[in-house]
């Protein structure tokens, strides 16, 4: 029997075995794609998850793409673009998830069960039994937002208020990267006049990751049509464009409700629904919520009882807020006063890096986790 077995190969789950892997647990990675395998992503990672993951920025970056980000150029959508500008240092770096992904993998020292799609689990004495061959002590749901282990304690999901995304990125052609006017360090993002989503242009050395979320699911194909055709007038994309764009889900950790622990289960990353609400990342609340669950495991001496794994819920709480379920007070201010007011503080130098670059997407005012804790 497993100690522990991580349904999804994602940063949260690589990340927990990599956090276990002192622990004398014997531990598994499920997952039902073979590795290195396409992630759709927009592809940023902050300086503290590097931190918090203990990676070595120039042993990285010698194998993998890991391109510095200096700044953001932001506006709404038809309007003139504001750029924020950190001179020091990197203030964010771009990577491949389909490279990043597979270095935590190849990282984490559990056992790798590749190709494996989840189909069932069932209780068992001290556990449960996973596709009728498999035991574990302790089940770990890490298959984002449509996560298995998610369903199968009670995630209901239509209930859930969620961004549908979707997204491309590709190599350019040497003609496409003479051509393209989009500055690797400075990523370039695109509110939308409705206020339901956001569009991203971004550079990564020699390729290109263009994709849009919104929280209003109708007509996304339609919205993401839109976007490009504008991209494409401003001449920041090549205009023989025919990528195919694929999409995902994600949940906003303030709406989320589905449960994150039962007995012997518990959630993490974007299964757990922890992505930020302004910017939608979920890389860094994925890493995170791996580190707190580790820290619980490693404490909780085998008992992984709903009451004893109560503790790595309320350390999430304590470290993402509480979750609000009913609309928060911008929320229910009425759209029109909420669009004239957004339109005029994105054109203020002050409102896209003070709001939107440094709290939303950097998270500047929260310190990386104390990995040596996990």
Same mark, same amino acid.
């Given at each position: 029997m497993? $100690? *522990?077995?991580?349904?999804g190969?994602?940063? %949260? #789950?690589?990340t927990l075995?990599?956090?276990? +892997?002192?622990?004398?647990? /014997?531990?598994?990675?499920m997952?039902?794609?073979?590795?290195?395998?396409q992630?759709?992503?927009?592809?940023?990672?902050?300086?503290a998850?590097?931190?918090?993951?203990?990676?070595?920025?120039?042993?990285?970056?010698?194998?993998h793409?890991?391109?510095p980000?200096?700044?953001?150029?932001?506006?709404q959508?038809?309007?003139?673009?504001?750029?924020s500008?950190?001179p020091?240092?990197?203030?964010?770096?771009?990577?491949?998830?389909?490279?990043?992904d597979?270095y935590l993998?190849q990282?984490s020292?559990?056992?790798?069960?590749h190709?494996?799609?989840?189909?069932?689990?069932?209780?068992?004495?001290?556990?449960?039994?996973?596709?009728? $061959? *498999?035991?574990?002590?302790?089940?770990?749901? %890490? #298959?984002?937002?449509f996560c298995p282990?998610? +369903?199968?304690i009670g995630? /209901?999901g239509?209930s859930?208020?969620?961004v549908?995304?979707q997204?491309?990125?590709?190599?350019?052609?040497?003609?496409?990267?003479?051509?393209?006017?989009v500055?690797?360090?400075?990523p370039?993002?695109?509110?939308?006049?409705?206020?339901?989503?956001y569009g991203?242009?971004f550079?990564?050395?020699n390729y290109l990751?263009?994709?849009?979320g919104r929280?209003d699911?109708h007509?996304?194909?339609?919205?993401?049509?839109?976007?490009?055709?504008?991209?494409?007038?401003?001449n920041?994309?090549?205009?023989?464009l025919?990528?195919?764009?694929?999409?995902?889900a994600?949940?906003?950790?303030?709406?989320?409700?589905?449960p994150?622990?039962? $007995?012997?289960?518990l959630?993490?990353?974007d299964? %757990? #629904?922890?992505?930020?609400?302004?910017?939608?990342e979920?890389?860094?609340p994925?890493?995170?919520?791996a580190?707190?669950a580790a820290?619980v495991?490693?404490e909780?001496?085998?008992?992984?009882?709903a009451?004893?794994?109560?503790?790595y819920q309320?350390l999430i709480?304590?470290?993402?807020?509480e979750?609000e379920?009913e609309?928060?007070?911008?929320?229910?201010l009425?759209?029109?006063?909420k669009?004239?007011?957004?339109?005029?503080?994105m054109?203020?130098?002050?409102?896209?890096?003070k709001i939107?670059?440094?709290?939303?997407f950097l998270?500047?005012?929260?310190?990386p986790?104390?990995?040596?804790?996990s």
């Amino acid at each position: 029997m497993l $100690d *522990i077995l991580i349904v999804g190969g994602g940063p %949260a #789950g690589s990340t927990l075995a990599w956090a276990l +892997r002192n622990s004398g647990l /014997k531990i598994a990675i499920m997952d039902k794609a073979d590795f290195p395998r396409q992630k759709v992503c927009a592809g940023w990672v902050t300086p503290a998850v590097m931190q918090e993951l203990q990676i070595d920025l120039d042993d990285y970056a010698g194998k993998h793409v890991l391109q510095p980000i200096t700044g953001f150029r932001i506006s709404q959508i038809g309007q003139k673009q504001v750029r924020s500008h950190y001179p020091d240092k990197p203030v964010s770096y771009g990577i491949r998830r389909i490279e990043f992904d597979h270095y935590l993998l190849q990282r984490s020292q559990a056992e790798l069960l590749h190709g494996v799609a989840f189909s069932q689990m069932a209780p068992v004495e001290n556990g449960w039994r996973i596709n009728e $061959d *498999i035991e574990a002590k302790l089940v770990v749901g %890490a #298959g984002g937002h449509f996560c298995p282990v998610a +369903r199968a304690i009670g995630a /209901k999901g239509v209930s859930e208020l969620a961004v549908a995304a979707q997204e491309v990125e590709f190599e350019m052609t040497e003609e496409q990267l003479s051509a393209c006017t989009v500055d690797g360090e400075v990523p370039e993002l695109f509110f939308t006049p409705d206020l339901k989503g956001y569009g991203w242009v971004f550079r990564k050395g020699n390729y290109l990751n263009i994709g849009l979320g919104r929280e209003d699911r109708h007509r996304l194909s339609g919205h993401v049509q839109d976007f490009v055709r504008y991209l494409k007038q401003l001449n920041k994309i090549p205009a023989d464009l025919d990528e195919k764009f694929n999409g995902h889900a994600y949940l906003l950790y303030p709406h989320a409700t589905r449960p994150i622990v039962d $007995d012997h289960v518990l959630l993490v990353g974007d299964a %757990a #629904g922890l992505a930020y609400p302004q910017s939608g990342e979920g890389i860094r609340p994925a890493v995170e919520s791996a580190l707190l669950a580790a820290r619980v495991i490693r404490e909780c001496g085998g008992d992984y009882s709903a009451s004893a794994l109560r503790a790595y819920q309320q350390l999430i709480e304590h470290t993402f807020g509480e979750r609000e379920p009913e609309p928060d007070l911008v929320e229910r201010l009425p759209l029109g006063i909420k669009r004239l007011v957004a339109s005029e503080l994105m054109k203020t130098r002050w409102f896209t890096q003070k709001i939107v670059t440094d709290r939303w997407f950097l998270q500047s005012h929260r310190e990386p986790l104390d990995t040596c804790a996990s």
